[in-house]
């Protein structure tokens, strides 16, 4: 192979008629332009990945987003050294998209692709590569003499970066050499190191030449007669009727039919009459691609789907509000089904990687093998996987959280955001810090498809579209079966009086609650909005709060690992046995977290099972579906939980539901606080009485007079949203205003301050009145950055809009000139939830 090294690439002069604007997942302040060398121009189009040097010797495999043949008049741009790719990567529908998302909420195209594209597919320099320890080393035989020899460094080293593999190769065009081991699985990227998950894998039993045919077989078995080894024959038979039954033979479960072990599979193996293989279980496909709907709808979800079919007919955007357990999910089926037989794509969009595990197997019932499940828990080489398939068109329907939005979906009908009012839809960092359900009506009508927003709370944004008639409304207002709301009933926590005067963890009403509940083999949640054993505690002698030395929050006491850990910054520290102020040793633990409930039910009702569901207990890829199984098959009697166990989730045999705090819900300081708490406490009550109608919601809360609780009490999102509005219109928020955060983060807090006052003073002459702040957050110091804020509350005019992000950004980019401010982090957080 010859190589050339970059400079004398670059040093011969070429004239060059083609050239491209290359994305790099950099956030770089616009793409760069390379130049096309002419062996490459038949090969480089909009889509496809190309190999490129920026700067001096730092590589990229960037993404081609158009060519032309204006040479920059500022710069002679360099060439492209190589090109990854046969077909392009994703379709122009995605490269349009991509420049949608930057514009709006003010990012780079390159951060929009680092989001958008799985790991493997976007290396650099700087990329590490390591061994793959389920790879066998006895495949290396298919491996070519470049792949053999990178291959046989990584086993030995176990890690390489790519200009080692440079090196070791003594050429300079090393990426189609990677992309072919990634494709081989030999190696993997180092974020796979982040992964839980690791690639399935499955051995298979085959029959080895000649018996693999039906007269080898029957030889053989007329032989075995006179053998004196009848396990092995019993096993040899189970296989014959798996074979037969079933086509393929997992190892696993011959072994199990035939009550064998692996010494006789083994015996049968060494005889020349078996062999095994491992193969990669691809999950996406493993089911049947049958359509399979065994239901028949109620009427009043018949008249919905409908009525939704004829919105569709005159509006892109429909909102189904329909009350908890009134059958949203099995009006998205019969959607899903009618899109999927007139051949298109079908995204369905959960906000949380949680709420897939039950769903999956719901959808997956009806629809088999075409359902592909996308979210980040999946490893890079299986996000690949279905990357291609959505591409091709071969996966027909995407069940995914926020990150699915940007597959490449080549014929998309319809985009479905369940539980569409779930503030999970907004990514936070890093950028783009885009919103998924308002990212994918854009993106929808690049296909002219549509859009169904579902929700039994909506956001106040989309309840007021639909009112004004911008979304088309379906609402279902009974549950399905006719069964009743739950009986929602007020628990006044300040009659009950507690020796040391802490917070009441549970009423003497909700004990006798959760036993009736128990005796009645019934099963119950508890909902607290706080993980961890005791969220603070306090010094009894002189108030000292132990608190992060990297933030401004106080420290949660988590029992079962005996550690106090910032929620913010995720540093844990031990245990404070004695005051750092006064000495003393007489700590009290202000309020209370799932943990320590988890402990106080396990005392007060010793014979019941009790589980936790928080971010804590339910870390690993399968955790939560395995949680979830338990409490579906009685299990588990008593479920303790945060936000997890609110959402979308369908028990039968739920009961009861405790809201253990609903002061902690109702007192945010947040203008969509009214909204919130009603979501949430909605949401968690519709756990109750879903099949029977017998539903019982107590809600401990010390200020029963709160407005947002007679609304739940009643079912009544209609008067929320009423409240709402007023307040709203009369304060200038959404969905009269639109919302511009701006975020200024610096290590000293003068600075930080500095830097917005520097912001507000460029852009008072023209948005004064629109501007509120500078202003330090609630909590003003995370991770060693000082946080200071602006924030802009805007008409709802477009060019207005537009003219003040652009404003924003010339003020960024001037602030961060000025050698003060250079370290100063500003962030721009359109439209923050």
């Known amino acids: 192979m010859n190589s050339h090294s970059p400079n004398q690439l670059f040093s011969q002069h070429v004239t060059y008629t083609l050239f491209a604007e290359v994305l790099i997942p950099l956030a770089l302040p616009k793409n760069f332009t390379w130049a096309v060398p002419d062996h490459l121009k038949g090969a480089v189009e909009p889509g496809i990945r190309v190999e490129v040097i920026l700067g001096k010797n730092k590589k990229y495999a960037g993404l081609v987003k158009r060519t032309f043949t204006q040479k920059p008049e500022a710069f002679d741009p360099k060439p492209i050294l190589n090109v990854l790719d046969d077909k392009p990567l994703l379709h122009p529908a995605q490269l349009a998209f991509w420049e949608w998302i930057a514009d709006y909420y003010m990012c780079t195209e390159g951060e929009v692709m680092q989001a958008a594209i799985p790991s493997n597919l976007k290396l650099s320099s700087e990329t590490i590569l390591i061994w793959n320890d389920s790879y066998d080393e006895g495949d290396m035989t298919d491996l070519d003499e470049e792949e053999f020899v990178v291959a046989e460094a990584l086993n030995i080293k176990k890690e390489l ?36 998950y690791k690639e399935k894998k499955e051995t298979y039993v085959i029959l080895q030449p000649p018996y693999d045919t039906e007269d080898g077989l029957a030889d053989l078995l007329n032989n075995w007669m006179q053998n004196k080894a009848p396990k092995q024959l019993e096993l040899l038979l189970a296989y014959i009727h ?3 039954t079933q086509g393929e033979v997992a190892q696993s479960e011959l072994l199990k039919k035939a009550n064998a072990t692996s010494a006789q599979l083994k015996g049968l193996m060494e005889k020349s009459i078996l062999r095994t293989e491992k193969r990669s279980i691809d999950r996406i496909m493993s089911l049947p691609k049958d359509v399979h709907i065994d239901f028949t709808l109620s009427p009043q979800q018949q008249e919905a789907v409908e009525k939704i079919g004829s919105i569709f007919e005159q509006k892109q955007v429909c909102l189904l ?32 990687i949680a709420l897939t595990a039950q769903i999956i197997r719901r959808i997956q019932k009806h629809f088999g093998g075409n359902i592909a499940i996308y979210h980040s828990k999946f490893n890079p080489n299986e996000r690949v996987e279905i990357w291609n398939k959505v591409k091709s068109g071969e996966v027909k329907v ?43 009506i854009y993106y929808a009508s690049l296909f002219q498809a549509k859009v169904l927003l579902g929700s039994a709370t909506p956001s106040i944004e989309s309840y007021a579209n639909a009112q004004a008639a911008k979304y088309g409304l379906v609402q279902l207002t009974e549950r399905y079966g006719n069964v009743a709301l739950p009986q929602i009933e007020i628990v006044d926590v300040k009659r009950v009086i507690t020796h040391d005067r802490s917070k009441v963890m549970m009423t003497p009403e909700l004990q006798t609650a959760i036993q009736t509940s128990l005796n009645q083999k019934k099963q119950v949640i508890l909902f607290q909005n706080r993980r961890g054993y005791a969220p603070y505690q306090i010094c009894g002698v002189c108030g000292w709060i132990p608190q992060c030395r990297n933030c401004d929050v106080t420290l949660t006491y988590h029992k079962s690992k005996n550690k106090l850990a910032c929620h913010y910054c995720g540093t844990t520290y031990p245990v404070i046995h004695s005051c750092a102020a006064c000495g003393s040793n007489k700590f009290i633990q202000k309020n209370f977290g799932t943990e320590k409930i988890e402990e106080m039910i396990a005392e007060a009702f010793p014979d019941a099972k009790t589980a936790r569901m928080d971010y804590d207990s339910v870390k690993g890829k399968h955790d939560h579906d395995n949680l979830i199984k338990m409490f579906e098959q009685q299990k588990i009697d008593i479920l303790v939980g945060t936000q997890m166990v609110v959402k979308g989730l369908d028990f039968e045999h739920v009961n009861l539901v405790g809201i253990l705090d609903a002061d902690g819900i109702l007192n945010f300081a947040d203008f969509r606080v009214n909204e919130r708490a009603y979501q949430l406490m909605e949401q968690v009550s519709g756990r109750a009485g879903r099949r029977d109608g017998l539903g019982q919601v107590m809600i401990q809360v010390s200020n029963t007079q709160h407005p947002v609780l007679q609304f739940v009490k009643e079912h009544n999102y209609a008067e929320l949203f009423r409240l709402e509005m007023a307040n709203r219109q009369q304060f200038f928020y959404p969905p009269f205003a639109r919302i511009i955060q701006v975020i200024f983060k610096h290590k000293e807090h003068n600075i930080a301050e500095e830097a917005a006052q520097h912001m507000l003073n460029g852009l008072k002459a023209d948005f004064g009145k629109y501007i509120n702040g500078p202003a330090d957050p609630v909590v003003n110091r995370i991770r060693n950055q000082y946080l200071s804020e602006l924030l802009f509350k805007l008409p709802k005019s477009t060019p207005l809009i537009q003219q003040c992000k652009m404003q924003i950004a010339q003020q960024i980019h001037l602030i961060q000139s000025t050698k003060r401010y250079r370290s100063v982090t500003i962030i721009p957080d359109i439209d923050p939830v």
């Open 321 to 352: 509000h329909g009350v908890t357990a009134s059958g949203k999910t099995q009006v998205y089926i019969k959607l899903i089904e009618h899109y999927m037989r007139q051949g298109k794509q079908v995204l369905y969009m959960l906000p949380e």
């Open 398 to 440: 995407v069940l995914g959280a926020r990150s699915a939005v940007f597959l490449p979906f080549r014929d998309i009908g319809l985009i479905i955001a369940d539980e569409e009012h779930d503030a999970s839809y907004k990514q936070q960092e890093p950028a783009p810090r885009y919103h998924a359900r308002d990212a994918a």
């Open 161 to 196: 970066r790519l200009n080692e593999i440079q090196q070791i190769l003594d050429a300079s065009h090393v990426y189609p050499v990677i992309k072919r081991l990634i494709e081989k699985q030999v190696c993997l990227v180092w974020e796979e190191l982040k992964e839980k």
């Open 242 to 244: 798996l074979q037969r």
